[in-house]
C-alpha cells in the first residue's frame, strides 16, 4: 500500500462545476497535509495547507480533512480553465520529508 | 520578497560524471528540503537540511549528497550519474525549525538529463 495514494485520472470537469479531488495516506500519525498544483513543465505551487479535521475555505478552494477515516481532500469551485494541472496531495512525515501522491490530472472543458 | 532560486535550470551530463546543484531560499527561511521528480516514481524526498545539519534523508543511494552553508543556500551533489539519475530536482524552502506543520515553498527545478 503506497503511503499516499490519489486517483490518477484524467479528471474531466465541464467549466463552472465543482472539481472533486481526494486522497488517502496511511500513517495516523500525520500532523499536516497539503494540496500543490502543478503545471506541465513547471515547480508545484501551494494551493492549500490543512492540519485540523474538518473544512478550510481559501476562495475557490476547500480543503478537507478527516483524521479518523485518513482522507483529504480538495474541491474547486467555479472551475476555471486555468484550473487543468496536476494536484498533487502531500503528508508531512516529520524533520520536512513530504511524501506525495502520484498526482491527478485535471482537466476544465470550456 | 523573493521566491526560491535553483541553479542552473537545465543541464546536460553524460553518465559516470558529477553534477551540482544549487538552491537559495526563500530570505530567512533555515530549511532546505530537496526532491526529485520522474515520470515514473513521481515526487520523492531526497534530503532535508537545518542550520547547516541533515535532519532527514530519504531512500536514494550514497551518489546523493548535499550540504547547506551558514547563509542557508543549500547544494546537492550527484557523482557516477547514470541514466536514471534524468529527472527534474526540486528543492523548497521552509522557515524552520519545526518539523510536522512548516509549510514547503517549491524552487522552478533543474531539468537534468543524463545522456
Known amino acids: 500500500q503506497k503511503e499516499v495514494e490519489q486517483n490518477s485520472g484524467p479528471l474531466s470537469v465541464p467549466e463552472g462545476a465543482i472539481a472533486s479531488l481526494n486522497c488517502t495516506y496511511s500513517?495516523?500519525?500525520?500532523?499536516?497535509f497539503f494540496w500543490y498544483r502543478q503545471y506541465s513543465g513547471k515547480s508545484p505551487e501551494l494551493i492549500m495547507s490543512i492540519y485540523s479535521n474538518g473544512d478550510k475555505e481559501d476562495g475557490r478552494f476547500t480543503a478537507q480533512l478527516n483524521k479518523a477515516s485518513q482522507y483529504v481532500s480538495l474541491l474547486i469551485r467555479d472551475s476555471q480553465p486555468s484550473d487543468s494541472a496536476t494536484y498533487l496531495c502531500?503528508?508531512?512525515?516529520?524533520?520536512?520529508?513530504?511524501?506525495f501522491g502520484q498526482g491527478t490530472r485535471l482537466t476544465i472543458n470550456p | 520578497k523573493a521566491g526560491v532560486t535553483q541553479t542552473p535550470r537545465y543541464l546536460i551530463k553524460t553518465r559516470g560524471q558529477q553534477v551540482t546543484l544549487s538552491c537559495s531560499p526563500i530570505s530567512g527561511h533555515r530549511s532546505v528540503s530537496w526532491y526529485q521528480q520522474t515520470p515514473g516514481q513521481g515526487l520523492q524526498f531526497l534530503f532535508e537540511?537545518?542550520?547547516?545539519?541533515?535532519?532527514n534523508k530519504g531512500n536514494f543511494p550514497g551518489r546523493f549528497s548535499g550540504r547547506q552553508f551558514s547563509n542557508s543556500r543549500s547544494e546537492m551533489n550527484v557523482s557516477t550519474l547514470e541514466l536514471g539519475d534524468s529527472a527534474l530536482y526540486l528543492c523548497?524552502?521552509?522557515?524552520?525549525?519545526?518539523?510536522?506543520?512548516?509549510?514547503?515553498?517549491f524552487g522552478p527545478g533543474t531539468r537534468l538529463t543524463v545522456l
Open positions: 537540511y537545518f542550520s547547516e545539519t541533515q535532519r
Open positions: 523548497a524552502s521552509s522557515p524552520g525549525p519545526s518539523t510536522g506543520l512548516d509549510t514547503q515553498y
Open positions: 500513517d495516523r500519525v500525520s500532523q499536516s
Open positions: 502531500a503528508v508531512n512525515k516529520g524533520a520536512q520529508k513530504l511524501v
